[in-house]
Structures are given as structure tokens and as C-alpha cells.
């Protein structure tokens, strides 16, 4: 079945331990995206990335990191969280070409991230 | 900067009706629209996709129009179902925005009742 995979899928963590949200995707897609959503906010994409080893920021990145070493697989990591982090994390994933428009976005269950 | 609307932001409709969900947005230089439907404690399932130079999608009993010109895109739900319930977003893909960057509304927050 055709998927984008999160783990965990439920997290509860302190301020400042270090954590990895992980995304998989079993569809051969080179684009694969974070986003968060928080209430009345909406879906904010946090970082992006067109291919293995190309990663750019989206519109809140701050706190963030992430790394594309594989094509299937693309982790959030949180170095020190902090409770302004809380939120619903969402991986997407696409086959797109640059240049080439736009092709439906897929979107994994969602990881829900409190930090106390 | 690209903004998306969605109104209203909630709607509560007995079984069976036809009803319209709205979705604007304020820079029509757009490669798609996308509508997805979000369940409580799940991801965002991709319902249609409009590309640019489409008028409308269909599905079953959805139907979604787009028109770039106005900024505007409605999904129709015909003969709804308790099963509907659910809250539905719109995203467009913009050419200014970003390659690849959805932009999504805060959603409309459906609820159909028996």
C-alpha cells in the first residue's frame, strides 16, 4: 500500500531532550515536506526537501533540523525542544520535477508533540 | 503573500443535504488547489485536486470548482452522511510561494447528523 509512514505517532518529552520524528514513504516521491498545525494558525510548513541531500526551510524553522540521506526517509529533529513546540506534525511526500508544476501532495497520520 | 480563507468554520447539516464548502484565496497565480479531509486523530486524506487550468474535479458524490480569476473554490457535497464529518482544508500550490509549499485555510469543521 502505497503510505507515508510517522513514528511516533503520540510523544510526550521535557524541555530540552533531544527527539527525531521519523517519515517514510513507499512511493519513490523525490519532494517530502514538514508541516505543523496548531489552532486557528493552520498548516505551516516547517522545512522541505526536493531530492536526497537538498533540504530548504519553510516558514517557521526555527527549532528544527532535518536531513534527506535517503529518498524514502525524511526526520525531524527537534535538538531542544521547547513547549512553544507543541503541536500536530504532519511528513508529506510528491513526485514532482522543478520546472514541471505541481502533483498531489501526500500526507502521513500526524504526530502529536507536547512538550512540558 | 498568499492567503486562504475557508468559511464558514463550522457547519452543522441534518443527513442527507447538499451543501457548499468555500475556500478563497488572495493570489490567483496558482499551479492547484487541493481539498483534503482531516478525522480526528488522523492525517490529511487528499480528496481532489484541481490543476490550474482545470474548472473542476470530480468524486463520487464531491465535486470541487475552482476559479482562478476570483480567487475562489467551492467543494459541493451531495446527499451528505453522518460519515462526512470531518474537517475539510484547502491548499494551493502558488507560483509564488514557494516550489512545492501547500498553503493551507484553517479548514471548515463539518458535522452531519443521523
Known amino acids: 500500500e502505497a503510505q507515508v509512514t510517522q513514528n511516533p505517532r503520540y510523544l510526550i518529552t521535557v524541555t530540552g531532550k533531544k527527539l527525531t520524528v521519523t517519515c517514510s514513504q513507499n512511493?519513490?516521491?523525490?519532494?517530502m515536506s514538514w508541516y505543523r498545525q496548531d489552532p486557528g494558525l493552520g498548516l505551516r510548513q516547517i522545512y522541505y526537501?526536493?531530492?536526497?541531500?537538498?533540504?530548504d526551510k519553510g516558514d517557521v524553522p526555527e527549532g528544527y533540523k532535518v536531513s534527506r540521506k535517503e529518498k524514502r526517509n525524511f526526520p525531524l529533529i527537534l535538538e531542544s525542544p521547547s513547549p512553544n513546540q507543541t503541536s500536530l506534525y504532519f511528513c508529506?511526500?510528491?513526485?514532482?520535477?522543478f520546472g514541471q508544476g505541481y502533483n498531489e501532495q501526500f500526507f502521513g497520520p500526524g504526530t502529536r508533540l507536547t512538550v512540558l | 503573500k498568499q492567503e486562504v480563507t475557508q468559511i464558514p468554520a463550522a457547519l452543522s447539516v441534518p443527513e442527507g443535504e447538499n451543501l457548499v464548502l468555500n475556500c478563497s484565496f488572495t493570489?490567483?497565480?496558482?499551479?492547484?488547489l487541493q481539498w483534503f479531509r482531516q478525522d480526528p486523530g488522523k492525517g490529511l486524506t487528499s480528496l481532489l485536486l484541481?490543476?490550474?487550468?482545470?474548472r473542476e474535479q470530480t468524486s463520487g458524490r464531491l465535486n470541487a470548482s475552482l476559479d482562478k480569476s476570483s480567487g475562489r473554490s467551492t467543494l459541493y457535497i451531495a446527499a451528505s452522511q453522518p460519515g462526512d464529518s470531518a474537517t475539510y482544508l484547502c491548499?494551493?500550490?502558488?507560483?509564488?510561494?514557494?516550489?512545492?509549499?501547500?498553503?493551507f485555510g484553517t479548514g471548515t469543521r463539518l458535522l452531519v447528523s443521523p
Open positions: 508529506a511526500s510528491s513526485l514532482s520535477v
Open positions: 512511493m519513490n516521491h523525490e519532494y
Open positions: 526537501s526536493m531530492n536526497v541531500e537538498v533540504t
Open positions: 493570489d490567483s497565480a496558482i499551479y492547484n
Open positions: 484541481i490543476q490550474s487550468s482545470q
Open positions: 491548499a494551493v500550490g502558488g507560483m509564488n510561494t514557494g516550489f512545492q509549499k501547500l498553503v
